[in-house]
């Protein structure tokens, strides 16, 4: 994500934004948490320093991430949000009237808080009777979730890295397959295709060793480097290119045509992993 | 396009690449031509300090504004080149063998001289025999330009706010039309859908008083602030969606498939001109 920069050392690329006011910043017991007001994109998120979600354009994100596995879903009713403590993704999710459980879990509960002072458009889901918040680690949680009961586990988490540590294991991915129904699906943010390439493709080999069916789509998005977003979907069984639902809700940027659009283009994705695309771009923004 | 940002003075939004070394700096008559190196991004060109081109990520603006065009119609052979001094347009075009003529109007003759020099790799195609480079104003070479005999007219401009004013006229888009033969296609980049939307949707609407067909397809990009750039087509019968002609070029990024999926889905393309999209993000990035 984008560094927010103040006397940042020499780097190649440089993207910031103007603090126009702090109007918040604490320490929790995982990370330094920050909102700042920016003119153009209004309310910003930060933790660590790094910018998670604005609210100009979070809904590019928090659409794309939910929908369309909710479409692709022939009805999804139970769902595990791992991450996403500004609650944009559990607010998505509701707007699904099958869904009967929204498990939400993150590992800081101090952002939920954050947010549901500040974000209170993004936050507006978290008290809806069907959410049950659970403060805790995801990984953990998965381990012990039903079985077989779950169609969407949904990873919002920070970025890729540190993600790696505690949920890209055998044994998450394992847990994963036991709680999710035959129809489930998994999905995460994969990073950047035109500055983290070798994330991208480094989760979708990790996705293909748990799953049978594995593919890519992309967003476009204003506020983190790279821009061109991608989602990384495992599925125990269906194509999640294939929406299975109607699509009636409100939504800013996903629509039913979006839905196969946002796919990687097959022979794109072939070259993409077989290393055949002939360009790279490594732009080192990330330390500004 | 992203100011390259020394001493910049507070914007909302701050982007900037390293100057590791300037290569050239000059004032021709009509800007300040500067070319410099930068670590992630290779050779940059800048003109009035804005970043027009890098090389590690030009091809996705060539290609895209020259291939579509050249694969839906059917059998391209004299096509214009307004603009796009740095050769990438034209390099692209010579890549279809149906080309008989390229006629590369380029109103600074300083800014091929220097990409000449600097950018061998994209200027390549300027001494091919099938091209005729002409420094002068575009508007102008079209009043005279042979009646009928164009299948395309690509216009790589600067910005278009400068280009309106000589270029976006009654005028020109009359002397345009006549040029073109009955399958003819014009095509322009109109910037980003992220931060310039009304420049997007403007330039559609000027397209629709001149062409029974316009469209709006787009691409990913690296180092144009707003990222999901976009380009405008108009065309007098054929719909640009169509690729005519089978895919037998060597690209980076084009393909027969990315050429339909990069338009415009139709229920997004009908939001964005009826101003129905519900968010808008005004980044004033260029100020930086």
């Not at 604490?26 to 994109?41: A, C, L, P």
């Not at 320093?49 to 692709?72: K, L, P, R």
């Not at 394992?174 to 998994?186: A, D, I, M, P, W």
């Not at 989760?203 to 594995?214: C, R, S, T, W, Y």
């Amino acid at each position: 994500m984008i560094k927010f920069f103040e006397n940042a050392p020499f780097v190649p690329v440089q993207c910031g934004y103007a603090v126009e006011k702090i109007l918040h910043k604490e320490k929790s017991r995982f990370q330094e948490i920050m909102v700042i007001e920016n003119s153009d994109f209004g309310r910003m998120l930060l933790l660590d320093g790094v910018v998670q979600m604005t609210e100009a354009d979070e809904f590019f994100y928090h659409e794309m991430i939910t929908h369309v596995v909710m479409h692709a879903h022939p009805e999804p009713k139970q769902v595990i949000v791992i991450g996403g403590g500004d609650g944009g993704v559990v607010r998505e999710v509701l707007k699904h009237k099958s869904i009967e459980k929204v498990y939400f879990i993150e590992i800081d509960e101090k952002v939920i808080e954050v947010s549901r002072k500040f974000f209170p458009a993004i936050s507006c889901g978290n008290d809806d009777p069907r959410v049950e918040i659970r403060p805790m680690d995801g990984a953990e949680f998965v381990k012990k979730a039903p079985k077989g009961g779950i169609d969407a586990i949904i990873v919002d988490s920070t970025d890729i890295i540190g993600f790696a540590r505690s949920l890209y294991t055998k044994d998450f991915f394992s847990s994963v397959k036991k709680c999710l129904g035959e129809n489930g699906f998994f999905v995460t943010h994969s990073e950047s295709l035109l500055f983290h390439r070798d994330t991208v493709v480094k989760v979708q080999e990790i996705l293909k060793n748990a799953f049978p069916v594995v593919d890519l789509y992309s967003t476009p998005l204003a506020t983190y480097p790279g821009y061109w977003w991608t989602f990384a979907v495992g599925s125990l069984s269906l194509d999640p290119r294939q929406a299975r639902r109607p699509f009636e809700i409100q939504t800013k940027y996903y629509d039913d045509e979006i839905h196969a659009n946002s796919f990687l283009t097959r022979k794109f994705y072939d070259r993409l992993m077989a290393d055949r695309l002939g360009w790279g771009i490594k732009a080192r923004i990330e330390k500004g």
